[in-house]
């Protein structure tokens, strides 16, 4: 039997001061894997079993890790956070019929085939899709290295860079700007 509590998503481990670093290295793999309900399927939800996350915790190996220490997690955003502002934002440039026929197959994926709305939201929403890659540049920081403000600026970049490369696309690209609670 499974009980909502057994499991600890990245996002818990992460609460409990666990880096992604010390996830990969000390608990490896996910006990469970999944798809989030209303996403993409490109983002996986991932589980570990709290019994084994408090094991490793009361262990000699997790102790050793410790707590990352303040200077550290700063350095370690300010690093993130220039890189974000430095790393080129490549966007795919396709014919916007080609752009169109993706954001259709897209929109099926997420919504299934009654799906309904704006084109262009479908097609900025592949788009991000596509760009999605970036995220790992986002690697190491947790809520309290600043990853909101990390996130918020990678958001900005991408959806900037889809409105440059296509401008049909602008509208869209700021109006998912404006909304401070959006996602991809």
Avoid: K, N
Avoid at 14 to 35: F, N
Avoid at 48 to 59: F, I, K, N, S, T
Avoid at 131 to 154: I, K, N, P, Q, V
């Amino acid at each position: 039997m499974t009980g909502r509590h057994m499991y600890v998503t990245v996002e818990g481990l992460r609460r409990r001061g666990w880096t992604d670093g010390m996830v990969r290295e000390l608990l490896g793999g996910p006990d469970v894997r999944g798809r989030r309900p209303g996403r993409a399927p490109t983002v996986p939800l991932l589980l570990y079993r709290l019994g084994r996350v408090v094991a490793v915790e009361r262990g000699s190996g997790f102790r050793g890790h410790g707590p990352v220490a303040p200077q550290a997690a700063q350095r370690r955003r300010q690093a993130v956070l220039a890189t974000l502002r430095a790393e080129p934002i490549r966007v795919p440039v396709l014919p916007r019929a080609e752009l169109e026929r993706r954001a259709v197959r897209y929109r099926r994926q997420v919504a299934g085939e009654d799906a309904s709305g704006d084109p262009a939201r479908w097609q900025v929403g592949y788009l991000g899709q596509a760009l999605r890659s970036y995220d790992a540049l986002l690697d190491g920081l947790h809520a309290a290295t600043g990853r909101a403000e990390a996130e918020r600026l990678l958001r900005g970049r991408v959806y900037r860079a889809i409105a440059q490369a296509c401008p049909w696309l602008a509208e869209e690209c700021g109006r998912r700007l404006r909304d401070p609670g959006g996602q991809w």
